[in-house]
């Protein structure tokens, strides 16, 4: 019950970068035309499309913490503890001229932690919560197009709720690059963030550095595969368990496929697995699946 009660005050007390790690769709590479199938889901796009097209979208993560700070949660925490998380998005992108664009993420995130009851044997759930996070708005532009180079601005709103999302306003700002290689895109980006002040507790969080490369290539008409690497770094925490402090920093692998349903509706699936993962809360592995319909 007391390494229970620290995972509570830890939620709380980091909530900025237990989750941050989570991260939010790309974005805009869905619009570059119609029949445009090759593009990163996570990884930011410096490539560009024609002006006045827009793309909605609705993305499911689903994601099951079982690390606690770098280690496996079951060694911390008896009971077989799982805490699992499902994030709902909404995202829209404008692209305002050719080279201008203009996007919107809006999640909604349920939770639960659950855990074996030693006496009994039985499986419960003693910990639910859900509501609105932090809503990402982006803005893009593409300064350079051969290579192609851009910049991102990003805010996220200080909507999030406890344990989820940041009650301060975070700003990002990456810079993006796309190169083609053939039949295959190259997107990066490296980005670094912002935390704001958390109102309720008057402390900030530590800021968060980002680097993305993603590799993408049709596979047919209608068919198309992505690999991404994401890497995070988050700072030193402290442990509220036993004084000590530990560097968070996480890799994830990011296979996916992109399929064209009709022209203007796509379906994305991919696995977000993390062979490292140091965050005061961690993952081994998050599934994504989202629809983007075009609007021209």
Same mark, same amino acid.
Do not use: C
């Given at each position: 019950?007391?390494?229970?009660l620290?995972?509570?005050?830890?939620?709380?007390?980091?909530?900025?970068?237990?989750?941050?790690?989570?991260?939010?769709?790309?974005?805009?590479?869905?619009?570059?035309?119609?029949?445009?199938?090759?593009?990163p889901l996570?990884?930011? %796009?410096?490539?560009?499309?024609?002006?006045?097209?827009?793309?909605?979208?609705?993305?499911? @993560?689903?994601?099951? =913490?079982?690390?606690?700070?770098?280690?496996?949660?079951?060694?911390?925490?008896?009971?077989?503890?799982?805490?699992?998380?499902?994030?709902?998005?909404?995202?829209?992108?404008?692209?305002?001229?050719?080279?201008m664009?203009?996007?919107?993420?809006?999640?909604?995130?349920?939770?639960d932690?659950?855990?074996?009851n030693? %006496?009994?044997?039985?499986? @419960?759930?003693?910990?639910?919560?859900?509501?609105?996070?932090?809503?990402?708005?982006?803005?893009?532009?593409?300064?350079?197009?051969?290579?192609?180079?851009? =910049?991102?601005?990003?805010?996220?709103?200080?909507?999030?709720?406890e344990?989820?999302?940041?009650?301060? %306003?975070?700003?990002?700002?990456?810079?993006?690059?796309?190169?083609?290689?053939g039949?295959?895109?190259?997107?990066?980006?490296?980005?670094?963030?912002?935390?704001?002040?958390?109102?309720?507790?008057?402390?900030?969080?530590?800021n968060?550095?980002?680097?993305?490369?993603?590799?993408?290539?049709?596979l047919?008409?209608?068919?198309?595969?992505?690999?991404?690497?994401?890497?995070?770094?988050g700072?030193? =925490?402290?442990?509220?368990?036993?004084?000590?402090?530990i560097?968070?920093?996480?890799?994830?692998?990011?296979?996916?496929?992109?399929?064209?349903?009709?022209?203007?509706?796509?379906f994305?699936?991919?696995?977000?697995?993390a062979?490292?993962?140091?965050?005061?809360?961690?993952?081994?592995?998050?599934y994504v699946?989202?629809?983007?319909?075009?609007?021209?």
């Open positions: 019950m007391k390494r229970f620290y995972l509570i005050i830890l939620l709380t007390a980091v909530e900025t970068n237990a989750y941050a790690q989570l991260g939010a769709i790309g974005g805009i590479a869905s619009i570059q035309g119609k029949s445009q199938t090759t593009f996570f990884t930011l %796009t410096a490539k560009t499309g024609q002006g006045g097209m827009m793309d909605t979208g609705f993305y499911v @993560y689903y994601a099951q =913490v079982d690390r606690y700070l770098g280690k496996d949660i079951w060694d911390e925490f008896s009971g077989n503890p799982r805490e699992r998380l499902i994030y709902k998005i909404l995202n829209a992108s404008y692209n305002i001229t050719s080279d664009n203009l996007s919107m993420s809006i999640p909604y995130v349920s939770f932690w659950g855990q074996t030693l %006496t009994t044997n039985a499986f @419960y759930i003693s910990n639910t919560g859900g509501g609105l996070s932090n809503p990402a708005i982006r803005l893009m532009y593409q300064f350079l197009k051969a290579p192609m180079l851009a =910049v991102y601005g990003t805010v996220y709103l200080p909507t999030g709720f344990q989820v999302g940041s009650e301060g %306003t975070d700003i990002e700002i990456d810079l993006a690059y796309t190169k083609e290689l039949i295959v895109q190259w997107d990066s980006n490296a980005g670094y963030r912002y935390t704001g002040r958390q109102p309720s507790t008057n402390t900030k969080q530590n968060i550095i980002v680097a993305n490369t993603a590799f993408s290539i049709p047919g008409l209608s068919f198309s595969g992505f690999f991404e690497l994401n890497w995070m770094y700072g030193n =925490v402290e442990n509220l368990a036993n004084n000590t402090t560097l968070q920093w996480k890799l994830d692998l990011v296979p996916g496929i992109r399929v064209s349903i009709t022209p203007k509706l796509f994305t699936a991919s696995m977000k697995y062979p490292y993962d140091s965050f005061i809360l961690g993952y081994h592995y998050i699946m989202g629809l983007d319909y075009l609007m021209l």
